[in-house]
């Protein structure tokens, strides 16, 4: 009875061990699968570690060449900039060499304007003061800066150029003229700016320009002329045939 006790016994510690083996190889086995996983992971992770080492350098080497190229052209923009400034420099000074140039010009011609307006206003008496007064306006407007230099220039060549056209013109109009402080009625012609012929309404009076002296000049007593005068006022307007006529001139 005891032997069969034993025996039992012996054969459920047979069994537990056979189990525990094989528990053991299973865990062996785990063990080793896991193991085996670990290390390829640890050598997929160290490809990885060297695969990123690389492209670093590679990106540390871009880096380094990409600052270079900056550094250059950082030194190349302050370079180019203190080329500018220079180049601003210089046409700054330029500029305000231009300006001070610029202002006595138009000092200048101011003073050329004014001059041309005294000189028309003493000259030949017909619109001599107008074309004085529009100078005059032109040169207040100058100084004042409403207008520039060229505008100026330009207006004042116009009253001048219009005073040439008059040496190349003729006319006749009615008016009257102010002679000794009386207004006399009559008819006038213009032959250039050469002279100027006045004849009164009633004939009596007749009058030629003395372009020199800038005066009227009456031809008085003398008939000859006085005739001479009235027919080239015939022949200006046109109620004669054209023919040649007389038409004073100053020595």
Known sequence: MRLSIFLFFFAISSLFAQESVSEIRR????????TERENSLMQ???KRHAAFVESSKQKTATLETQERELI??????KAEIDKLKGARQKALGTARYFETRKTKYSDDLVNAIDSLALFIENGFLYKNSEAAES????????????ISPEAAFGRAW???????RLGYTAETWNGNLDLEGKAIA???FRYGMLTSVFISQNGETVLWLNSQSGKWENVGENFALRTALKETMRV????????????????
């Not at 865990?27 to 896991?34: G, W």
């Not at 116009?158 to 040439?164: A, D, N, P, T």
């Open 44 to 46: 997929a992770e160290a």
């Open 186 to 188: 009559g008819k006038f």
């Open 236 to 251: 200006a307007e046109n109620k004669t045939a054209p023919k040649l006529s007389l038409i004073p001139i100053p020595n």
């Open 27 to 34: 865990n062996i086995k785990t063990v080793n699968a896991e």
């Open 158 to 164: 116009e009253v001048m150029l219009e005073r040439v």
């Open 72 to 77: 250059g052209q950082i030194d190349s923009l």
């Open 135 to 146: 100078l005059r306006e032109i040169s207040l407007q100058l100084k004042k800066s409403v």
